[in-house]
């Protein structure tokens, strides 16, 4: 059974960081691309960082030099390191596992958001001004 475990995201002020972590569980992932994407209300989900099954990484450009993920095959997670955090950042943040063939980070990034793929709980992000 395929789970994914987000640790829980918390409340900063801008300018601070947080760490987000998914323990990934049930599933042989090492050949899959996967990722972190977002969701705040009333807004469509978007992606945020992802990883391609080649190992390359991808931020977002609304995010990029400021959120950098990673994975750690032996620990079995896949984590998001977010510096410099922005109000515009406060959302639900959710570590998923594309389903779809994918290969790049690039893909990864426009996959995240499918209806299709692996997700966890989500984890709240709240970045106040």
């Known amino acids: 059974q395929v789970q994914l475990v987000e640790s829980v995201g918390g409340s900063v002020q801008a300018g601070g960081s947080l760490r987000l972590s998914c323990v990934l569980s049930?599933?042989?992932?090492?050949?899959?691309?996967m990722g972190w994407f977002r969701q705040a209300p009333g807004k469509e989900r978007e992606g945020v960082a992802g990883?391609?099954?080649?190992?390359?990484?991808r931020s977002a450009d609304f995010v990029k030099d400021r959120f950098t993920i990673s994975k750690d095959n032996a620990k079995n997670t896949l984590d998001l390191q977010m510096n410099n955090l922005k109000p515009e950042d406060s959302a639900m943040y959710y570590c998923?596992?594309?389903?779809?063939?994918?290969?790049?980070?690039?893909?990864?990034?426009?996959?995240?958001?499918?209806?299709?793929?692996?997700w966890g709980q989500g984890t709240q992000v709240t970045v106040s001004s």
């Open positions: 998923a596992i594309v389903v779809a063939p994918c290969m790049t980070a690039i893909q990864a990034l426009d996959a995240l958001v499918d209806d299709d793929n692996y």
């Open positions: 049930g599933y042989s992932y090492s050949s899959y691309c």
């Open positions: 990883i391609g099954s080649d190992g390359s990484t």
